[in-house]
């Protein structure tokens, strides 16, 4: 599965993070990202994510 899609709720100190496949469904749902878990959670994900357009 490859993430093709990525949206970010931007706040001042918890994120809310949602992917999507091609198809359009969920492939990464995360609902609260604390604001200094954001580039880790960027690092750690598939290269798929890293590159999304």
Do not use: Q, W
């Not at 993070?17 to 878990?37: E, I, Y």
Request: glycine share 6%.
């Amino acid at each position: 599965m490859t993430i093709v899609t990525v949206g970010v709720d931007l706040a001042k100190n918890v994120f809310a993070v949602h992917g999507v496949d091609a198809t359009g469904k969920p492939a990464l749902v995360r609902p609260s990202v604390a604001r200094n878990k954001l580039l880790e959670l960027k690092c750690e994900a598939r290269p798929s994510l890293r590159y999304a357009n």
